[in-house]
């Protein structure tokens, strides 16, 4: 089967090289996930070879580095000072190290890594349905350390062109959130409201991004139960989307880069964290908005995390998403401005 010939030659064709891969393949799409770094490189249509999740796709070199959608494990942003010359590298180690494959089949993988200097070891189940273009992850983390330490996760989804456009439209349950660019210690003062953010004192709607990408990293809270983000492209006829729980995954942060005057990346980066800093900065910090800007994993303790990616067909003349219900297992997508009869709805099964 191809499922098994992407495995065990491990081809990435869309790369032009030889990296070791996994495939995820069911009747409505297909999935690939890169083991030097454990990213998600690919998810598709099966129908449609369009896939949103690109970043640093263009270097085809052989080291472990972060692509598409990547996990920051077991921080979001910088080290310290002292921890980057010790070796600890922007985002984490979990994109710098090679995950191994403990088991493998056509809808289902389970793969892990084991963070070196954070002493971290992170395990990953990835199932695909077999009739839906949907995605479900669940990671677990464990501290191998004899001592307790606070860490975060933090999914880190990334599209790009040719999916990313200037019609892209960007939609969220997101509330309350601030500007990364905004001075420390306060960050959070003024308040803005998704999708509004400021640019010297001006607003800008997020929604959208064209040839300007300031302010570039904006972080906002999501108060209701489950949490979702939308990438909708007219032109292209296709949306991303994703789903977590909020008592898991609480911000929502948007990265938003411009390259040549046009839309080069969106980050929909959903985690434990809305500071972009180093530790000894969060844990004065504490809070922001009443939410928790990092975890902390006792010695052996483990944590798991879960959420679902899918990929719909949208019309040209798509409005984008007012609202993404969740229930019984179905998803279903409310068009903004738009009735009830262009509703699109998926089946997924449980948040896990």
């Not at 069911?26 to 449609?48: F, K, N, P, Q, T």
């Not at 002292?82 to 056509?106: C, D, L, Q, Y």
């Not at 995954?249 to 005057?261: A, D, F, K, Q, T």
Request: overall charge positive; glycine content about 10%.
């Amino acid at each position: 089967m191809r499922w098994q010939l992407c495995l065990w030659t491990a081809a990435l064709c869309a790369f032009g090289q030889t990296r070791p891969t996994v495939t995820l393949e069911g009747s409505a799409a297909r999935v690939v996930i890169d083991r030097l770094g454990g990213s998600i490189v690919r998810m598709e249509l099966r129908e449609r070879s369009l896939n949103p999740l690109v970043w640093d796709d263009r270097n085809p070199g052989m080291e472990a580095r972060p692509m598409g959608h990547f996990l920051c494990l077991d921080r979001w942003g910088q080290p310290s000072e002292a921890e980057g010359r010790n070796g600890m590298p922007f985002h984490g180690e979990a994109t710098r190290v090679e995950w191994k494959v403990e088991s493998a089949s056509a809808a289902e993988a389970v793969l892990s890594a084991l963070l070196p200097m954070a002493n971290l070891d992170v395990r990953r189940t990835a199932r695909l349905s077999g009739s839906e273009a949907v995605l479900r992850v669940t990671e677990t983390v464990t501290n191998r350390n004899r001592l307790g330490r606070p860490y975060n996760m933090v999914q880190h989804p990334t599209i790009g062109p040719p999916f990313l456009q200037a019609d892209t439209v960007v939609d969220s349950n997101a509330r309350r959130g601030f500007m990364q660019s905004s001075p420390m210690p306060n960050p959070e003062e003024p308040p803005v409201w998704w999708p509004q953010a400021l640019k010297d004192g001006q607003p800008v709607n997020l929604r959208h991004l064209a040839a300007d990408p300031m302010p570039n990293v904006v972080s906002f809270v999501v108060e209701e139960p489950i949490g979702w983000v939308t990438a909708a492209t007219p032109s292209q006829g296709l949306l991303i989307g994703y789903l977590w729980k909020t008592s898991e995954y609480p911000w929502l942060n948007i990265w938003r880069h411009v390259e040549s005057g046009k839309p080069l990346a969106r980050g929909l980066e959903f985690g434990t964290t809305g500071l972009h800093q180093p530790f000894r900065l969060l844990l004065a910090k504490g809070r922001i908005f009443g939410k928790p800007l990092f975890s902390w994993l006792e010695p052996g303790e483990s944590h798991s995390r879960g959420y679902a990616a899918f990929l719909l067909r949208i019309p040209g003349d798509y409005q984008g998403v007012s609202r993404v219900a969740f229930r019984d297992g179905i998803i279903t997508v409310e068009e903004r401005g738009a009735g009830r009869d262009r509703d699109l709805k998926i089946r997924s099964g449980a948040l896990e």
